[in-house]
């Protein structure tokens, strides 16, 4: 429970967000048929769509980074496929 | 012998694995995900095929920490045999105790159909299939698409680890792959359902020859 933050306390949380994407060599089909429906509206010159997704949380003020990259490697971003970014914001 | 079938949230063919397991002898217990021990003296754990939390996140991954997770680890650790299809075979990826991902299905459409399959590395699920053999089952899945590097799909040739493989790439699987065995070839983790082609009136019998050698090796030892 420590990374909930407090209802009452404003100030008490920290805003993170994180990317998850495929890695670099993984085939990405939902990017490609993204890209070949952005080329079937007439934009021109898309050469590549990766897709991926944004997990924002509220986290107590002052979680260390390292806890979040925790949270990405066991749970958030599967590393066999996945890469991950993570914002403080 | 004894079995256990996992059911989490979501899980469909739960009570479909529990059948077949039934009729090939296997004395069965339902396990519900929070619980954190199996049940005593369990040969066997299925992990069924399913949406497991809706899919939610990735296909399988919330499944993997669930509770009961860390007994099925320990039983697979003991030597204990653990077989996962379709979602249960993508919990057995996200758990890590079987290498690679799936991934969404190449085609990126949901593939409900019967294919093609061969058998190929020697285990207690493939020993009632020819290595030559053709043998048909259905795929219903949407994220059945095999991934891993390079490097693991060598060494799972190497060491004879791939259990199945399509006769003809549905879901856009690296190197045709439908199924793999972990190391002590104990763990096997497939998505085409050999529990839905087990009995005449599923109109194909091909999966209960897993199900009677898996209960007569498990019986045997």
Redesign the interface.
């Given at each position: 429970m420590r990374f909930l933050p407090s209802k009452t306390s404003k100030g008490m949380i920290m805003k993170v967000r994180v990317h998850v994407m495929l890695k670099d060599g993984v085939l990405d089909p939902q990017g490609e048929a993204v890209r070949h429906a952005l080329g079937a509206l007439g934009f021109d010159g898309v050469g590549s769509v990766r897709q991926g997704k944004v997990i924002e949380m509220d986290l107590a003020d002052g979680t260390p980074e390292s806890t979040v990259a925790e949270m990405c490697e066991k749970l958030l971003a599967n590393t066999v496929i996945e890469s991950y970014r993570i914002e403080v914001l | 012998m004894k079995a256990a079938v996992i059911v989490f949230p979501g899980s469909n063919c739960d009570r479909d694995l529990a059948v077949a397991f039934e009729k090939a002898g296997l004395q069965v217990q339902m396990v519900w995900h929070k619980d954190t021990d199996l049940p005593a003296g369990i040969d066997l754990v299925g992990i069924p095929g399913g949406f497991s939390f809706g899919d939610y996140?990735?296909c399988g991954?919330i499944a993997a920490?669930a509770p009961i997770v860390g007994a099925v680890k320990a039983h697979a650790d003991r030597g204990g045999y653990v077989l996962g299809i379709c979602n249960g075979f993508q919990v057995l990826?996200?758990t890590g105790l079987l290498?690679?991902?799936l991934?969404?299905?190449?085609?990126?459409k949901y593939i409900c159909r019967t294919i093609g399959l061969r058998a190929e590395g020697a285990s207690v699920y493939t020993q009632g299939y020819g290595r030559d053999t053709e043998f048909a089952l259905p795929i219903a899945h949407h994220d059945g698409?095999y991934?891993?590097d390079e490097a693991t799909l060598d060494m799972l040739e190497q060491e004879d680890r791939v259990a199945f493989r399509y006769t003809d790439n549905p879901n856009?699987s690296a190197r045709d792959i439908a199924g793999v065995l972990s190391a002590n070839r104990r763990v096997l983790g497939m998505m085409p359902h050999p529990e839905r082609a087990s009995e005449a009136a599923h109109g194909n019998e091909d999966g209960a020859r897993l199900f009677a050698h898996l209960a007569e090796a498990l019986t045997a030892a």
């Open positions: - | 996140l990735r991954a920490n990826t996200e290498p690679g991902a991934l969404r299905n190449a085609g990126l698409n991934f891993a856009g």
